[in-house]
């Protein structure tokens, strides 16, 4: 089946390279990889593309929104990256940071993701879908050629681990168990509240692109999530992060009338959640001073920053939008200067 979608991209020194979704008629690019555990799952990825596109000749189904983006060049695959939704409903999509396999490559770098990135977000027609990519702080050249495209800088994110923390731990006893008895599991008793804590606790651009029902925490949820809960009341969750496949990252949540007399509860739960997860890492947001500062006094130590960039139709499209020549200037200034939040706060959302 030929796709009439693809994106090529000409050198200076004349070669070149052509982008686009992964199937199987690329097979013979496949057995020529000599990486054997990446040409596993290319080869899942070709199947489920090719799949997908048949699905839709013959019944009309629903595009699966799971992608593989390759940049081939002559006979052999150079680079690829990943799409998948971050909701159910699907209106906000995750492109992976692009991976490079060909250091030889005519292109340089920074062409073969801007190629990458720029196939990605053209084989989508949703209206409402936005796309988030997260980059390293010092990823210039994936900063760049995202906002080259559109992105725009959202805000940033500081992702943590233990260190030496877990060799301090002391023996269990009794008094550590009792402090930490109110972290109980996420189920369906109590998801309808965590679903309401969380997007009370982000911020309105961000629940207004997420999108979060309850299928999408339970999604997140595994046998290291967990939910602070006192007297009726969330205090705080931990969260596995789907932004990532291959690290296991968890997003950490506190409340923002946060009372200080609970931080040793929080402090014992951290230890025995890298006790038991070492090579995990926690996600916080970097505008929550208030939280950085005592993961700090946890001794736990900064192993990176990552800015979220975001890509979103409905906002590009009013932006392009011509100004009426019989507008006055006090609705002029109001959209300026806009009083009140464009994102509503949500109304507690109802069990399903």
């Known amino acids: 089946m030929k796709n009439d979608t693809s994106y090529s991209f000409q050198s200076k020194k004349g070669m070149e390279v052509t982008f686009e979704e992964l199937h199987i008629r690329h097979i013979n690019l496949l057995i020529d990889l000599k990486n054997k555990e990446l040409n596993k799952w290319f080869l899942k990825m070709a199947i489920i593309n090719t799949f997908d596109d048949l699905k839709i000749f013959l019944n009309n189904l629903k595009k699966n929104k799971n992608k593989c983006i390759i940049a081939i060049s002559g006979n052999e695959i150079i680079g690829y990256l990943n799409i998948y939704p971050l909701n159910k409903k699907e209106t906000c999509l995750k492109i992976s940071k692009p991976k490079l396999i060909n250091s030889n490559c005519s292109l340089t770098d920074k062409e073969l993701t801007l190629g990458l990135i720029k196939k ?56 550590d168990y009792k402090l930490i008895k109110e972290f109980q599991n996420i189920n369906k008793e109590n998801l309808l509240k965590i679903l309401n804590f969380i997007r009370s606790n982000q911020s309105p651009l961000i629940r207004n692109i997420l999108d979060f029902d309850q299928d999408d925490i339970l999604k997140r949820n595994d046998s290291n999530s967990k939910a602070l809960i006192y007297d009726e009341s969330i205090l705080c969750t931990i969260l596995k992060d789907i932004n990532y496949h291959e690290e296991e990252i968890y997003t950490l949540t506190i409340s923002r009338f946060w009372d200080d007399r609970y931080n040793p509860i929080l402090k014992e739960f951290i230890k025995r959640f890298f006790l038991k997860n070492p090579l995990s890492n926690l996600k916080t947001y970097k505008e929550n001073l208030h939280l950085n500062t005592f993961l700090e006094e946890c001794d736990l130590k900064e192993k990176n920053q990552e800015i979220i960039l975001i890509r979103n139709t409905i906002v590009r499209n009013e932006a392009k939008q011509v100004n009426k020549i019989n507008q006055s200037l006090e609705s002029i200034f109001k959209k300026l200067n806009p009083q009140g939040n464009p994102y509503p706060s949500p109304y507690p959302l109802k069990s399903k």
């Not at 053209?122 to 796309?131: A, D, E, L, P, Y």
């Not at 992105?151 to 030496?164: K, M, T, Y």
């Open 120 to 175: 990605s977000i053209s084989i989508t027609n949703i209206k409402n879908s936005s796309w988030i990519i997260n980059a390293e702080i010092n990823n210039i050249d994936l900063i760049s050629t995202s906002r080259e495209l559109g992105f725009q800088p959202l805000g940033e994110i500081i992702l943590w681990n233990d260190f030496l923390i877990n060799k301090n731990l002391k023996q269990e006893n009794s008094q």
